[in-house]
Nanobody, 125 residues
Framework: QVQLVESGGGLVQAGGSLRLSCAASGRTFSTSPMGWFRQAPGKEREFVAAITYSGGTTYYADSVKGRFTISRDNAKNTVYLQMDSLKPEDTAVYYC??????????????????WGQGTQVTVSS
């Protein structure tokens, strides 16, 4: 069983930055691809970014490419999402998610077995 706990959300002005963290329990983190998703009020949960278990390859939604950076520290069992140049449309609850070990990274919600409780990000204009 993997438990994920997000932190780092908050209120920021447009153009500002936030860094989200997701701490994972369990011994499989270093072999699990990780992803970040977000859900705005009244909308479906959508893919934001993903990273392979080695950290060697990353993937981004077009809406955040060039502004967000996903990274991981396997020694700390933590995955990060650095969010720069934030826009009001980035306002959402952000969730981290883990795939089972040794799978490929994915941008599909259905591929992720474990989810955190989410952290709120609010960007004011």
């Amino acid at each position: 069983q993997v438990q994920l706990v997000e932190s780092g959300g908050g209120l920021v002005q447009a153009g500002g930055s936030l860094r989200l963290s997701c701490a994972a329990s369990g011994r499989t983190f270093s072999t699990s691809p990780m992803g970040w998703f977000r859900q705005a009020p009244g909308k479906e949960r959508e893919f934001v970014a993903a990273i392979t278990y080695s950290g060697g390859t990353t993937y981004y939604a077009d809406s955040v490419k060039g502004r967000f950076t996903i990274s991981r520290d396997n020694a700390k069992n933590t995955v990060y999402l650095q969010m720069d140049s934030l826009k009001p449309e980035d306002t959402a609850v952000y969730y981290c998610a883990a795939r089972p070990p040794y799978h490929t990274a994915s941008n599909y919600r259905r591929d992720y077995a474990y989810w955190g409780q989410g952290t709120q990000v609010t960007v004011s204009s």
